[in-house]
């Protein structure tokens, strides 16, 4: 069972969606990178890469998990 306070943080193989100019883009979570404060950048491979993505960089695990107009996250199976 997904405990209730991590729904909304990304884990690899998790999908993300993300709507942006009014179009929907979706990808799946295939990289967690942590820096030594533990800020985790989360990068994607996507369908088709949202205007504001770059492979290089990542997305914010926290905008991620903040914004959420702008992301669904569909978690994985656990268990």
């Known amino acids: 069972m997904i405990n209730s306070l991590n729904d909304k943080w990304p884990g690899i193989g998790d999908m993300i969606i993300q709507k942006s100019e ?6 799946i979570v295939c990289r967690i990178v ?6 985790k950048k ?14 290089e960089h990542g997305y914010s695990a926290q905008n991620i ?13 656990e268990g």
């Open 22 to 27: 009014g179009k929907k883009y979706v990808g």
């Open 34 to 39: 942590a820096d030594k404060y533990g800020h």
């Open 42 to 55: 989360i990068f994607i491979n996507w369908n088709k890469n949202p205007p504001d993505y770059y492979d």
């Open 65 to 77: 998990h903040n914004l959420r107009r702008t992301f669904d996250l569909i978690k994985t199976q």
